[in-house]
């Protein structure tokens, strides 16, 4: 595998994520953000941040997927989350829980960065996942 998961003795911990991703591999994956649009561009989920985590981890997995990976091969994921405040952690953290099986995406997660931004794409986006991944 190209991607070693490790949180080092010391770090901020319990935390949902690793800290550390150690890559070793010669193709290298960058996922756009990907928002809780359909194939169409309509809108999902509106108004509700757990539904959009899952849509937008859903698109997530269909874009790595396209480049031959999975979550098992991601380094980072980053989360940009709109008008952030500590009270959506519950939401935000149901989202990626209601579809990890699913998906398969490790637990913990590879390191994360959650973003609080005051706008996206539209004003309906809630949250937009980056991903970045590495392959042997």
């Given at each position: 595998m190209?991607?070693?998961?490790?949180?080092?003795?010391?770090?901020?911990?319990?935390?949902p994520y690793h800290h550390v991703s150690?890559?070793?591999?010669?193709?290298?994956?960058h996922v756009a953000?990907?928002?809780a649009r359909d194939a169409e561009g309509n809108p999902v989920a509106t108004g509700d941040l757990t539904g959009q985590v899952a849509y937008s981890l859903r698109s997530t997995a269909r874009a790595l997927a396209g480049a031959g990976a999975t979550f098992a091969d991601v380094a980072r994921l980053r989360f940009f989350v709109t008008h952030w405040t500590p009270d959506k952690y519950d939401a935000f953290i149901a989202g990626i829980?209601?579809?990890?099986?699913?998906?398969?995406i490790?637990?913990?997660?590879?390191?994360?960065?959650?973003?609080?931004?005051d706008y996206?794409?539209?004003?309906?986006v809630l949250v937009e996942v980056e991903a970045y991944a590495v392959l042997d």
């Amino acid at each position: 595998m190209a991607v070693q998961l490790l949180t080092p003795e010391g770090l901020f911990a319990p935390v949902p994520y690793h800290h550390v991703s150690v890559s070793t591999g010669t193709r290298h994956i960058h996922v756009a953000g990907q928002i809780a649009r359909d194939a169409e561009g309509n809108p999902v989920a509106t108004g509700d941040l757990t539904g959009q985590v899952a849509y937008s981890l859903r698109s997530t997995a269909r874009a790595l997927a396209g480049a031959g990976a999975t979550f098992a091969d991601v380094a980072r994921l980053r989360f940009f989350v709109t008008h952030w405040t500590p009270d959506k952690y519950d939401a935000f953290i149901a989202g990626i829980e209601a579809v990890r099986a699913e998906l398969r995406i490790p637990s913990p997660l590879p390191p994360v960065s959650a973003i609080g931004v005051d706008y996206l794409f539209e004003p309906d986006v809630l949250v937009e996942v980056e991903a970045y991944a590495v392959l042997d």
